[in-house]
């Protein structure tokens, strides 16, 4: 059974995450076709932009192929309306030998107001790829890698 919340609550801020910063790695509209059949944004949308935002991150900071490996902790806090403008971060937090872990967030804005909320966050963990499928080691550190 799904509960609809007001408006009102749906514009409150989750308190106890705060705001990445730094400049996002993806910015999209979610649409009607992105919908369960309750008509919220199906979670496998939103995890699917967080699995492309962190994807990217992990290729930059690979500088080549990579794949997901794993994604732990995934909890939403904050459902997702059509219209809604959702922003996805990728927090680089740990890197091994070939593999890289990001913390990602995705956040959302209703169309018609400036209160952003926390969806969801998760931790994805890829491993960079040589040309045949082989895990290859990372490149050196950049300085201050931390929001990709």
Do not use: Y
């Not at 609550?9 to 919908?35: F, K, S």
């Not at 990217?56 to 997702?80: D, I, K």
Request: charged share 20%; glycine share 8%; proline share 9%.
């Amino acid at each position: 059974m799904t509960v609809q919340q007001p408006d009102a609550e749906r514009h409150r801020p989750v308190p106890h995450i705060p705001m990445p910063t730094g400049d996002p790695v993806i910015r999209t509209i979610a649409m009607p076709a992105d919908t369960n059949p309750a008509g919220d944004i199906f979670g496998g949308w939103i995890m699917s932009q967080m699995d492309l935002a962190a994807g990217n991150a992990a290729a930059r900071l690979s500088q080549g192929r990579c794949a997901t490996v794993a994604v732990e902790g995934m909890t939403f806090h904050s459902p997702v309306k059509v219209g809604d403008e959702v922003t996805v971060w990728a927090m680089l937090i740990k890197r091994g030998r070939s593999s890289m872990a990001f913390e990602v967030q995705a956040w959302r804005r209703p169309r018609d107001g400036e209160v952003q909320a926390c969806v969801t966050r998760a931790l994805f963990t890829f491993v960079a790829l040589d040309d045949n499928g082989r895990p290859r080691p990372l490149p050196d550190a950049r300085n201050g890698e931390t929001w990709v």
